[in-house]
């Protein structure tokens, strides 16, 4: 992006020395300005490649290919939806490993909210890759692809005002810490389902464990693929011993959090 504006401007400005030239020959200034084209327009294609390099890499979409583009405000912003919803918009992010209690967290959370009268909605990983994220395999890119879009789309409901609850395995502490650094200190709260993988394998509700210890599912988390725990969540819900708290236990445990935080009124 920074590449591609400072080769815009010197674009510009070549143009502009054109006027330099006035006292040269015709054809020796034709020479140079097509020189000076051929190298700009190669550059330029230098600086896309690496552009759509960076985008498909593990780095995540860390630059923005719209160019000239201007932010509009409208007069009724983020506060305003808060004080009609009496709530905080915020981004509950729950992440770990498959068959740790992701989903259900989730769903015994947005029940509490609502019947305390608070807004939310749920963003589970498993249903964004049957619409927006179908496009998108389970290779470090396209993970990371994942989380970005989940990220950008739970802004967008915190700016709408809503507690919205993304459950997603999230495996890589960077893109994690890429949708904390998109929403103002204190919006992102990480609850981190710290389940130890014997459990969870054990659980297998869909049978995926099975079929990854069998090779027919390759690079499944926890089995042959990584899962970065997180050094610094906000919450973290761990068994007591051998035991796990029922889903409305720790469900109450971020409830508690979120009004402690003062998110539950404007
Ligand atoms: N290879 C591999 N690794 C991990 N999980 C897999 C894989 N293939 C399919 N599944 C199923 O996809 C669900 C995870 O999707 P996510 O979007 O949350 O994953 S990620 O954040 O992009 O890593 C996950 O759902 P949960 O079990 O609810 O976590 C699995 O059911
Ligand atoms: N607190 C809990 N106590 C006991 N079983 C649980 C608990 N939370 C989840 N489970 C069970 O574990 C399995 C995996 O839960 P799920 O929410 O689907 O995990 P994830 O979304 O992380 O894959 C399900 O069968 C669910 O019923």
């Keep these: 992006m920074i590449i591609n504006y400072s080769l815009r401007i010197d ?36 600086a896309s490649l690496k552009t759509s390099t960076e985008i498909n890499s ?33 981004v509950i992010w729950i992440t770990g490993l498959s068959g740790s209690g992701k989903s259900t967290l989730a769903c015994a959370l947005t029940r509490a909210l609502h019947s305390r009268g608070k807004l939310t909605y749920v963003l589970d990983g498993d249903n964004i890759r049957h ?46 810490d890429a949708c904390r650094s998109i929403l103002p200190d204190g919006d992102f709260i990480e609850v981190f389902m710290d389940m130890p993988l014997h459990v969870c394998e054990a659980r297998d509700p869909k049978g995926l464990y099975k079929l990854a210890r069998a090779g027919k599912i390759e690079g499944f988390t926890g089995v042959d693929d ?27 445990k971020v409830v508690c959090y979120l009004d402690a935080k003062g998110y539950l009124q404007a």
């Design 11 to 46: 674009f510009v400005r070549a143009k502009s020395t054109k006027v330099g030239f006035a006292n040269f020959p015709l054809s020796c200034r034709q020479n140079v300005t097509s020189a000076w084209s051929k190298f700009l327009s190669a550059k330029w294609k230098e």
């Design 58 to 90: 593990n780095e995540g979409s860390v630059c923005n290919k719209s160019m000239n583009i201007v932010w509009h405000k409208c007069s009724v912003e983020k506060i305003d939806r808060q004080e009609l919803l009496q709530q905080r918009g915020c």
């Design 131 to 176: 619409g927006l994220n179908s496009d998108l395999t389970f290779k470090p890119q396209d993970r990371a692809e994942n989380i970005r879009r989940i990220g950008e789309v739970a802004k967008v409901f915190s700016d709408a005002g809503v507690i919205c609850i993304a459950s997603v395995i999230s495996p890589y502490r960077k893109d994690r």
């Design 226 to 252: 990584p899962y970065e725990a997180p050094l610094n969540s906000e919450i973290v819900i761990q068994m007591e011993g051998e035991v796990c708290s029922s889903p409305e236990v720790m469900a109450e």
